[in-house]
T-cell receptor, first 112, second 111 residues
Framework: ETGVTQTPRHLVMGMTNKKSLKCEQHLGHNAMYWYKQSAKKPLELMFVYNFKEQTENNSVPSRFSPECPNSSHLFLHLHTLQPEDSALYLC???????????FGPGTRLTVL | AQRVTQPEKLLSVFKGAPVELKCNYSYSGSPELFWYVQYSRQRLQLLLRHISRESIKGFTADLNKGETSFHLKKPFAQEEDSAMYYCALSGEASGTYKYIFGTGTRLKVLA
């Protein structure tokens, strides 16, 4: 599959579980992003990586931990989440920060 | 405060009627403005960006710095334009980038 892919597409987890979301881009981009999309709220930028270095962390709780091993892969590690963390988590990439973003299909997360 | 405002949650128009989706922004620097679109069961994708000054699928958007607006317009709506539209801005400040999305406007084009 070309473009930006995300796995899993759906995830249900308990508050004590540890899980990870994966994002992969095949576009040769240097910047990658995690967004949270909740009902009735705008898209919220969580993390920005540029050339594997984190350049932005929008006051995200520490129960969300990003990892960017290379410019093609991005992970979001989840632990001890709360029910209010249930949302659609979108990954995106762009040639460089500030340019147009290409989005993945998202992971629908439900925290019980 | 830095924000993007889309005042309409839902906009319904008849096929062939003109469309204008409103977007106002507040940002201290010189941002870049975008419109993204999400069709049913598809992922979010870029529609156009202000620096391109191009027309995509018949849509245009002009950046008005005086009014801090970036409204999306199309003279004649088509049924396939029905989708969710998001206005967004990006800007750099102190070496970090800000990306701010509006809450979105759902456009319904009626036959």
């Amino acid at each position: 599959e070309t473009g930006v892919t995300q796995t899993p597409r759906h995830l249900v987890m308990g508050m004590t579980n540890k899980k990870s979301l994966k994002c992969e881009q095949h576009l040769g981009h240097n910047a990658m992003y995690w967004y949270k999309q909740s009902a009735k709220k705008p898209l919220e930028l969580m993390f920005v990586y540029n050339f594997k270095e984190q350049t932005e962390n929008n006051s995200v709780p520490s129960r969300f931990s990003p990892e960017c091993p290379n410019s093609s892969h991005l992970f979001l590690h989840l632990h001890t989440l709360q029910p209010e963390d249930s949302a659609l988590y979108l990954c995106a990439s762009s040639p460089s920060p500030g340019t147009e973003q290409f989005f993945g299909p998202g992971t629908r997360l439900t925290v019980l | 405060a830095q924000r993007v405002t889309q005042p309409e949650k839902l906009l319904s128009v008849f096929k062939g009627a003109p469309v204008e989706l409103k977007c106002n922004y507040s940002y201290s620097g010189s941002p870049e403005l975008f419109w993204y679109v999400q069709y049913s069961r598809q992922r979010l994708q870029l529609l156009l960006r202000h620096i391109s000054r191009e027309s995509i699928k018949g849509f245009t958007a002009d950046l008005n710095k005086g009014e801090t607006s970036f409204h999306l317009k199309k003279p004649f709506a088509q049924e396939e334009d029905s989708a969710m539209y998001y206005c967004a801005l990006s800007g750099e400040a102190s070496g970090t980038y800000k990306y701010i999305f509006g809450t979105g406007t759902r456009l319904k084009v009626l036959a």
